[in-house]
């Protein structure tokens, strides 16, 4: 059983998918433009019924790619797809957040 916890909330984290580049880039649907790009929330444990997931977990997505892992366009993910599309795509989310200097660790390093 999961216990639902308050979902951490953050314009920062949000906003911060005005003007980037799509970070799903799901070939047939994407824009690639980034006037259509907002923040996707992804599943997790805090979501629920007109709840979403907490703010760090998510992607920037054009408006095509986001109706796709939505569900709102009839686009078909071939098994296991939509998840490596969801998995790149935040990877790359974190580390525009991070460069952008939204997300701050503590003694990282690029090297």
């Known amino acids: 059983m999961t216990i639902k916890t308050p979902a951490l909330r953050s314009k920062k984290l949000t906003e911060g998918a005005k003007g980037k580049q799509c970070s799903l880039q799901i070939p047939g649907v994407c824009t690639f433009n980034p006037e259509t790009v907002v923040f996707a929330h992804l599943p997790s444990g805090t979501q629920g019924m ?62």
């Open 50 to 111: 007109a709840y979403k997931s907490d703010d760090f977990w998510g992607v920037d997505a054009c408006m095509g790619c986001h109706d796709a892992i939505d569900g709102r366009n009839g686009y078909r993910f071939e098994p296991g797809e939509k998840e490596q599309y969801l998995l790149q795509a935040l990877h790359i989310t974190l580390s525009r957040r991070i460069r952008d200097g939204i997300i701050v660790i503590q003694g990282a390093t690029y090297v």
